[in-house]
């Protein structure tokens, strides 16, 4: 692949924090680091509504609140086309863990994990979508 030579100037407290970032987790070079920034920023960024997107939805919840656990079941069932696998963990007593593997348009997803997340009783959560053509544009 051709490459493109260029320069940035970045401020040295800056870049030493980012070389001992790298030296942690093994990226052989500034370069292969910073176009892995890019593209992570490209995926995540991409804006078109119609985008085939895959993402996980995490959530953390207490399970006594009142309707909840019947509030997911029934969006769930609502949403079933975009869901391709939900893990559930019983953190302790009240506490569960819940990661929803996606696929779908990014509209879709956003708007079932704005559903989601909005009920009461989720503590916290959040979505990571993965822009699939995007992906395969900058990733291959
Ligand atoms: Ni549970």
């Known amino acids: 692949m051709e490459l493109e030579r260029i320069s940035l100037a970045i401020e040295p407290d800056l870049l030493r924090k980012f070389d001992l970032l790298l030296a ?12 892995d920034l890019i593209r992570k920023r490209l995926v995540e960024e991409e804006e078109d509504p119609k985008a085939e997107s895959a993402a996980t939805l995490t959530l ?3 399970h ?6 019947d509030r997911l079941v029934e969006i769930g069932h609502e ?3 975009s869901i ?3 893990l559930h963990v019983h953190l302790d007593h009240d506490l569960c863990l819940e990661v929803m593997a996606l696929r779908g348009k990014r509209r879709d ?5 704005s559903r989601v997340l909005g ?3 989720v503590l916290h959560g959040g979505l990571v979508v993965s822009s699939l ?3 395969t544009e900058v990733a291959r």
């Open 133 to 135: 053509d995007v992906l």
């Open 84 to 86: 391709l696998s939900t």
């Open 79 to 81: 949403h079933h086309a």
């Open 60 to 62: 953390v919840y207490d």
């Open 119 to 121: 009920l009461k009783g």
């Open 24 to 35: 942690e987790s093994g990226v052989p070079n500034r370069s292969e680091a910073v176009r």
């Open 109 to 113: 997803l956003r708007r079932l994990a």
């Open 64 to 69: 006594d609140t009142r309707e909840l656990a």
